[in-house]
């Protein structure tokens, strides 16, 4: 009778473990958004500091790419645009001595309209001085028109140059290595030296301060879930404590499929279940990879 009131605590701790091991919904693992950086410019890694494991800012320098030639031919194009723009007259300067000689025709031609007045001088000496004006005057629209389409064509000239510097310049910026995102460095694929073609994948990074576990119910259990919704989700802390969080719910699969290998559900007999995928801050003790379970 003794041994029978010793044995009842201890079944009820198993059982009690066995309720408390089942008590969730839905199980799966950690996964992240993850971001395989490219290179978009062609030459040679000249620097690359970065190692697997390392957390990265965005907008972080990381390295960059040869880019002298780019350089050379940058400044080659500003050297011909600097000569294309030397060669636009300077109007004003240019037509400055007609203008001169205009203000001295209008007063000779002010001062034979007196004389002429005064009986002092004959009609052809006043033609004479309101021809000369007309003259300067047309002399001097011919040069603007002149000056002006030279200086129309040679600025069109200038045009294409720099939008060839404007690219350049594009060009430049992408030798430089910046880290688009905040996150973890998964795997480095390139290192110094190395040369690099567009297109060429870096490194990938994945996105750490929120991590998205996968998880999956059967369809009994799809009735629970619903968008936004929140849930309680956990992972082992040792052998037996667990670690709680709060996650949201932001992706229900409209499809079943069949329970993958590494996945347990709350009805292991269940052959199709429905995945879901809930995001959870982390608060650095979650990792990728790491198995979860759900609340719902």
Known sequence: MKKILYLIPVLAGLIACQNHSNDYDASGAFESVETIVSTEASGTIMEFNLEEGMTLQPNQF??????????LKKQQLRAQIDATVSQIPNISVQVSSLRAQLSLAKVNQMRMQKLFNASAATQQQLDDANNQVEVINNQIDAQLSSLGKTSVTLSRDVAPL?????????????CKIINPIHGT???????????????????????????????YLTGSQLSQAKLNQSVKVRVDKGD??????????????DKAEF?????????????????????VVNDGFLKIGMYGEVKL
């Open 62 to 71: 990381v390295g960059y790419i040869d880019s002298v030639q780019l350089y």
């Open 162 to 174: 720099e939008r060839q510097i404007g690219q350049m310049n594009d060009q430049l910026s992408k």
């Open 240 to 253: 037996k404590d667990y670690r709680n969080y709060t996650g949201t719910i932001y992706w229900i699969s």
């Open 259 to 279: 329970t993958p290998k590494t996945i347990q559900t709350k009805d292991e007999r269940a052959d199709l279940v429905y995945a879901i995928k809930v995001r």
């Open 185 to 215: 460095v998964l795997t480095k694929y390139a290192e110094d030296h190395e040369v690099a073609e567009p297109g060429k994948a870096l490194y990938k990074i994945a996105e750490t301060d929120t991590l998205i576990l996968r998880a």
